[in-house]
């Protein structure tokens, strides 16, 4: 079983990027947690919902930093030549022929 290797010429320094970055999200939401923003958000909502005021201050507060992420992993695969789709090409590029 084989396996197709990434489409860039440091397939390894990519990964280790890829990986700082999930940290950095997992360290967001930590420090987010901590300064308070998650309860100050669910003591807006009543007792009875706190889990779904929990859901929502989690979706709130990961916002910017999945905005963080996403710009980071387009300067990584910029810097590192990365080549490959993305998935909202598709509706921002004009199509193309595909040619079978």
Known sequence: MSQKPLDTPRPRLYLLASAAGFA???LWFYAGRELG???W???FFP???AGAGLMIAIMLMM???FLIWKFYNRWVEQRL???GRHL???VYLP???NRS
């Open 81 to 83: 030549e990365v080549k």
């Open 47 to 49: 007792a009875s919902h």
């Open 37 to 39: 923003i998650l309860q």
């Open 88 to 90: 909202e090409d598709e």
């Open 95 to 97: 199509p193309t022929k």
């Open 24 to 26: 950095g999200l997992i």
């Open 63 to 65: 916002t910017p930093g």
């Open 41 to 43: 958000i669910v003591d």
